[in-house]
């Protein structure tokens, strides 16, 4: 058998080595680490909720106490009943964010939603709105709202802003408010 050319260490001349090596290390080591970048910027200041925003919701909670009242604990779209806590959810037959403003708090395009309808399945729309064409409230704001082109289309109308948005929230409040 033939031997290589080198010879084994001995356990002192190994601990030796590793003794040199953790020196190196720690020589390396001594110099102070640089923190992750995030931890470098400084922090935001969180923007300040402009009165609208706070108007907008209170608003909000307002058609919520409302809907789930009416409505009470059932899914609009599906046999879910028994809603309670994150699971009931009020949702909107035509998004929010596509309406004008007049017509975003609009009760009678809200209903109770369970969060799987209304989160993870998009609040199915075409549910939804097949069952509110079949409600007289319900066909009355879509024909207010929208247009009808295979399928209700959104009105693109003059939208409500500045004072007069503000305004129209406030008088909106405070007729929702009335309500029980």
Not at 44 to 64: F, G, N, P, V
Not at 71 to 81: F, H, I, L, R, V
């Amino acid at each position: 058998m033939k031997r290589s050319g080198f010879r084994q260490q001995s356990v002192e001349e190994v601990r030796e080595k590793q003794a040199i090596k953790r020196k190196k290390l720690q020589s390396v080591a001594k110099k102070p680490k640089t923190p992750l970048k995030a931890k470098n910027k400084p922090l935001r200041a969180r923007r300040k909720r402009t009165e609208r925003q706070k108007l907008e919701d209170k608003l909000w909670t307002e058609c919520k106490r409302i809907i789930r009242g009416r409505y009470g604990d059932k899914c609009y779209t599906c046999p879910a009943e028994g809603l309670v806590g994150c699971n009931q959810q009020t949702g909107h037959g035509k998004p929010k964010g596509a309406l004008p403003m007049q017509f975003k708090y609009d009760l009678r395009n809200l209903r109770v939603q369970c969060m799987n309808c209304n989160i993870h399945l998009g609040g199915v729309s075409d549910i939804f709105i097949t069952k509110l064409e079949n409600e007289i409230q319900g066909l009355y704001f879509l024909k207010e709202s929208c247009r009808y082109e295979d399928g209700w289309i959104i009105k693109k109308e003059t939208n409500l802003v500045g004072k007069e948005a503000t305004i129209f929230l406030q008088e909106l409040l405070e007729e929702y408010k009335g309500i029980t």
